[in-house]
């Protein structure tokens, strides 16, 4: 009787991938890496929002009030919590009569577009955390899993020790 | 002003001393004119009209009140303070993907951090040095 095949790791974690896609370090947190998936959601999650609390909602945008697309946006969508703010901030935009830059000077507006180095850096933030995501990703979808591998390691100690 | 002195040539702070006579990169020297370039393109930043004060001159109403995500921060005048945390986040994030050893993380990436920090610094005045010959 042959013996059966050994079972190979997958060769990419799809739903982990996608879990990091949704939520930095979920991934990790998901195959078993929970330390590694804290400090990537902390650190990563904290230059998304440090983007956003600089620059605003007006730094995620995929076409600029000129209609053409943002290649800063490819980077920020790479955390899905970009296209919620993206949505909003699109909404919110709606409401300006004409063009985005003319703030209302009635009173208080549901958002203030941001300009000059405030939106450069809080751009810079949100892309790069977007891309820091990817790698983020990249390493999750190609990480074997720790949960699997610590019982088989157990096992064959076991067995090492009762042969 | 800077009197720092290498530690293995005695050669003191300088553009010379950056590689002083032990034939070693002078780590203080580095720091001493990583630090001075670091303050004079934050003074010179600082000089420079922040670009709001262009693009909204003509609205005679105050600035609103900071509102979080729904406003833009008022950081024109230290936005180059902004960097190093983005050297860092990119630093802690490389080195734990890429480290085996979590408990490694951050040392190396302290070390990343600071090579990051004086490589920019470095590419900054190699780009100054150019701008002011040509």
């Known amino acids: 009787m042959t013996d059966p095949a050994p079972q190979r790791p997958p060769l990419w974690n799809l739903p982990a991938a996608i879990a990091a896609w949704l939520l930095p370090g979920l991934g990790h947190l998901l195959i078993g890496e929970v330390k590694r998936g804290l400090i990537l959601a902390t650190a990563i999650g904290t230059l998304w929002i440090a983007g956003l609390l600089l620059g605003g909602i007006s730094v995620i945008q995929f076409k600029t009030h000129k209609d053409q697309v943002r290649p800063w946006f490819l980077g920020q969508m790479l955390i899905a919590p970009s296209l919620v703010v993206e949505y909003t901030h699109d909404r919110y935009r709606a409401h300006y009569p004409t063009l985005e830059p003319t703030p209302d000077p009635d009173g208080p507006t549901l958002y203030e577009p941001s300009y000059g180095r405030p939106y450069e850096i809080g751009t810079l933030y949100t892309a790069l955390a977007g891309l820091l995501n990817l790698l983020a990703i990249i390493d999750v979808a190609y990480r074997e899993p720790k949960r699997a591998k610590a019982p088989t390691a157990a096992k064959a100690q076991r067995e090492t020790e009762a042969g | ?134």
């Open chain 2, 1 to 134: 002003m800077f009197d720092v002195r290498c530690s293995m040539c005695d050669v003191r702070a300088g553009v010379r001393a950056l590689a002083g006579r032990c034939g070693r990169w002078c780590w203080k020297a580095v720091w001493a004119v990583s630090l001075a370039v670091v303050f004079a393109s934050t003074a010179s930043a600082a000089e420079t009209p922040p670009d709001i004060a262009h693009r909204t001159s003509h609205i005679a109403h105050p600035p609103p009140a900071y509102r979080p995500f729904l406003e833009p921060a008022p950081i024109d005048r230290y936005w180059l303070w902004l960097l190093p945390p983005l050297i860092i986040a990119v630093a802690v994030v490389y080195r734990t993907i890429k480290s085996d050893d979590l408990s490694e993380v951050p040392r190396r990436a302290a070390y990343l951090t600071l090579q990051v920090a004086v490589f920019m610094v470095a590419a900054a005045l190699a780009l100054w040095i150019v701008l002011r010959l040509f």
